[in-house]
């Protein structure tokens, strides 16, 4: 079964690049992420240190992004990110898709990233997090192969809501 799961992904893969144009893309974006609240209340046992963004910190990130293009509308990437929640160091890995509904210089998109991250924080070991960001924004074509974007949305990770308000540049 865990040979069958990657030969379909490379079968699927060559039978879109069959049919449809796919180019391949990269992005770097950054963001600022704005602490909301935190999603659980917990009652503390004997090892809890607190809440894993303890201090209600809010962070930013630092993203890059390799994946490919579909017809210039559906994008989707693997990504690797810096995270820094005031003092608190990390990493995530995640999938990114993005759509864009419209073919013009300046277009609304849609994106969604899922994930994991780990911060290192107050815990001996650090905590490591699921991570499911659902954002909405514009994107503006600079040239045929160049795009800068902005975008906002929700951001659910860490046992916290977040909102990351992001700029991008993709090629």
Known sequence: MKRIIP?????ITFGLKSYSQIDYFGKVETGYLRFLFTTIQVDP???????????????IDIN???GVNFKDRFFTGLGIGYLNFEGIDGF???TDFEY???KTILTPLIDIKI???HIWNQYEKGT???????????NYELTENIDIYIQSGFLMTQQSLL???RIGLKF
């Open 163 to 165: 909102i990351p308000i």
């Open 115 to 117: 994930g994991y991250n």
């Open 45 to 59: 046992g004997p090892n809890w240190e607190g809440y894993n963004l303890d201090n209600e910190q809010n962070g």
């Open 64 to 66: 890059l992004i390799n």
């Open 92 to 94: 995530s890995i995640f």
């Open 128 to 138: 490591g997090s699921a991570l499911l960001e659902l954002g909405a924004g514009l």
């Open 7 to 11: 030969i379909i992904i490379i079968l």
């Open 100 to 102: 864009l509904p419209l």
